[in-house]
């Protein structure tokens, strides 16, 4: 079953750090993987994408690597900065109309 | 760059009344989609919507919901008898044809009391 809770893991790096954030998903049948970021009272906003013939896939500092055999998806933003601060969300889509997403990670950026 | 836009931003309803929250999806996306997410939980998928009809809907989407796409530019969801639970904030996304991203907008946060 999904899990949810009120409690988001968080990530707190420094500023200029990278950052490295995980998340585990369900369907292996699921053959598109997406990042979102979403600041407070906002909506997600799309940060990268990969399909699951590819396992590694680069963005503008941001990286996002797909391992299939155990079913893990990893986001690493290089040179963290306070605006990066957020909760990210991994989602999955498996062929069919909807995504299914992750619980979150808070990235908390210090200074 | 376009966007999804959504009004209104906030609603606050009494138990039992309707509502209905409105979006305007990105101009040449044919796919659209409502999601809620409760205060605290992660983004749930309630709809998606293609060629004027629902094509896939989760188990939370019950005959209290509806949604339209009136006119050209809008798509709306509707809750035709609002509960205390359904106090959220409710997401719209839409994206093209051809891709697969989906893009979202600001959200309206519903609350019921």
């Not at chain 1, 690493?76 to 990670?105: H, M, W």
Request: glycine share 8%.
């Amino acid at each position: 079953g999904e899990s949810v809770g009120l409690h988001l893991p968080t990530l707190s790096v420094q500023e200029g750090d990278n950052s490295i954030i995980n998340c585990a998903y369900s369907n292996s049948a699921s053959d598109y993987f997406i990042w979102y970021k979403q600041e407070s009272g906002k909506g997600p906003q799309f940060i990268i994408d990969i399909r699951s013939n590819m396992d590694k896939r680069q963005g503008q500092r941001v990286t996002v690597l797909l391992n299939k055999t155990v079913k893990h998806l990893s986001l690493q933003i290089a040179a963290t900065q306070p605006g990066d601060s957020a909760v990210y969300f991994c989602a999955e889509n498996d062929r069919g109309n909807k995504l299914t997403f992750g619980t979150g990670t808070q990235l908390k950026v210090e200074l | 760059e376009p966007e999804v836009t959504q009004t209104p931003s906030h609603q606050v309803t009494q138990m039992g009344q309707e509502v209905i929250l409105r979006c305007v999806p990105i101009s040449n996306h044919l796919y659209f989609y409502w999601y809620r997410q409760i205060l605290g939980q992660k983004v749930e998928f309630l709809v998606s919507f293609y060629n004027n009809e629902i094509s896939e809907k989760s188990e939370i989407f019950d005959d209290q919901f509806s949604v339209e796409r009136p006119d050209g530019s809008n798509f709306t969801l509707k809750i035709r008898s609002t509960k205390l639970e359904d106090s959220a904030m409710y997401f719209c996304a839409s994206r093209t044809g051809g891709g697969e991203t989906q893009y979202f907008g600001p959200g309206t946060r519903l609350l019921v009391l």
